[in-house]
């Protein structure tokens, strides 16, 4: 286990930004910061009042988890079991498995998650030093890994 963070962006129909987060989350694996990333996400967008989401998650294992096909860590169930609290709410949320390579500005909010301290901090803008990341994520540039069969 190493020391982890959580984030999330909220992007628009044509990948504008709409808000962000950052969290540090302590010591843990990488299932469970994808899930407090999720959880954290899903009580923004909420608080911005959007009510048809769609969520990215860059873990399979994750989404498969939270869309109940899928067992995931014992670890993370309680977290899993807020997750679809919330989902199951008056609202239209959708999780889907996107690759960690098309969502580089939230993997650079994570790593800058992880030197916080203390709460959640949103941003309404997009922090200056990720402007390059984001533009890259709307753009659909990314860098090609090779993925196993």
């Not at 996107?98 to 790593?111: F, G, I, K, P, V």
Request: glycine share 10%; hydrophobic share 40%; aromatic share 10%.
């Amino acid at each position: 286990m190493e020391s982890s963070g959580c984030d999330g962006t909220i992007r628009g129909c044509d990948g504008e930004w709409l808000g962000g987060f950052a969290k540090s989350i302590g010591m843990c694996c990488a299932y469970i910061a994808e899930l407090w990333r999720v959880l954290e996400g899903l009580k923004y967008v909420r608080n911005l009042g959007f009510w048809a989401v769609e969520v990215n998650v860059d873990s399979l294992v994750v989404a498969n988890c939270i869309n109940g096909k899928g067992h995931g860590s014992p670890s993370g169930r309680s977290l899993v079991f807020e997750i679809q609290r919330l989902i199951n709410l008056d609202w239209e949320i959708v999780v889907k498995h996107s690759y960690r390579e098309a969502n580089q500005c939230a993997d650079a909010l994570a790593n800058f998650g992880c030197s916080l301290t203390g709460e959640i901090t949103f941003f309404e803008s997009c922090p200056a030093q990720f402007n390059h990341v984001l533009t890259a994520d709307v753009i659909e540039i990314s860098i090609p890994r090779l993925i196993p069969f």
